[in-house]
């Protein structure tokens, strides 16, 4: 069972940045297998797939909501994938999650380990 456990929430000003981080373990793991990706759910808001890495990090998609300000990377010898908020605007306020799948591709199908989330709130 991979354990997916995300930091670095917080409250911002609009304009101002942010980086969330996820890091990920189990009990037998290879994080480089697994396809990352950070979704985000406002409240009275269906969830949103932001943006995800492929397993050498090589490849990536956003969402067109953030695409030019949010940068997702990961570093596989740290089991860790960051999601980095730049430009942030008052409808980037959301609970923040990271998920993984072992399978390939950056489709927004297959994600089967999720973290428990973080808040994050930017003020205008």
């Known amino acids: 069972q991979v354990q997916l456990v995300e930091s670095g929430g917080g409250l911002v000003q609009a304009g101002g940045s942010l980086r969330v981080s996820c890091a990920a373990s189990a009990r037998t793991f290879i994080f480089s297998i697994y396809t990352m990706a950070w979704f985000r759910q406002a409240p009275g808001k269906e969830r949103e797939y932001v943006a995800a890495?492929?397993?050498?990090?090589?490849?990536?998609y956003y969402a067109d909501t953030v695409k030019g300000r949010f940068t997702i990377s990961r570093d596989n010898a740290k089991n860790t994938v960051y999601l980095q908020m730049n430009k942030m605007k008052p409808e980037d306020t959301a609970v923040y999650y990271c998920a993984a799948k072992e399978t390939y591709g950056l489709a927004n199908v297959g994600y089967n380990y999720w973290g428990q989330g973080t808040q994050v709130t930017v003020s205008s």
């Open positions: 890495i492929s397993r050498s990090g090589g490849s990536t």
